[in-house]
């Protein structure tokens, strides 16, 4: 019953977001894209009923370890983010202006929606759907490739090396929150970054 639901929320979602890309709709989009992620990830992640479905997705018992654990998985991945970029200066090859001039075109509630809504989609899907399927390094591939719209070179290698360090920390936490908590602490940091640094204005 369950997967026949997810699976007309699948076809919704795509159709909805091959309208409002063939009408032009701007930003909304977006959201139908991770509305889709979301229903074929939970097609594909559903157990018989929600209780093993909470287990297999680590949703059960000692949730502030694994809440802890997704905070110091946090910190981590800024470390790795910030030896990027100390990096790509060094040798002059930065092109992250790219991001925030994507992001600048969005309207506010797609910003939000980036840290809300957007980690729990991915998540579940990229890592609950794809690392559980096909391992670390396809998920990450696979994830740096959804990155290819901010048109940045630096943004794709960034998204790769954070799709193998949340593929990396679920395979170990053997939790989605983890990562969920891990990659939407991640965004928010960065486009709190971004404003700090006058990339991006929000009103």
């Known amino acids: 019953m369950m997967k026949t639901q997810f699976a007309v929320m699948i076809l919704f979602s795509l159709v909805s977001l091959a309208i409002t890309l063939i009408l032009g709709i701007p930003a909304i989009p977006i959201i139908f894209m991770h509305a889709a992620l979301f229903f074929i990830a939970a097609y594909f992640i559903w157990e018989k009923n929600w209780k093993t479905t909470k287990q297999k997705l680590g949703l059960d018992g000692k949730l502030k370890e694994k809440i802890l654990y997704g905070l110091v998985g946090f910190v981590v ?9 100390l990096i ?14 994507k992001l600048q075109d969005l309207p506010l509630y797609v910003i939000i929606f980036s840290f809300v809504f957007a980690p729990i989609s991915e998540e579940l899907f990229f ?5 559980a399927r096909f391992g670390i390094l396809a998920s990450s591939i696979v994830f740096a490739a959804s990155h290819l719209m901010y048109g940045s ?30 990659h939407a602490l991640f965004n928010v940091t960065s486009i709190i970054l971004m404003v700090i640094q006058g990339t991006l204005r929000l009103v």
């Open 88 to 101: 790509a200066q060094q040798f002059g090859t930065t092109d992250a202006s790219k991001i925030s001039g």
């Open 77 to 85: 991945l800024l470390i790795i983010g910030m030896l990027m970029s």
């Open 153 to 182: 070179y630096f943004e794709i290698l960034g998204a790769f090396v954070l799709g193998i360090s949340l593929a990396i920390a679920y395979k170990h936490s053997k939790s989605i929150l983890t990562v969920i908590i891990m």
């Open 127 to 131: 890592r609950g759907f794809l690392t």
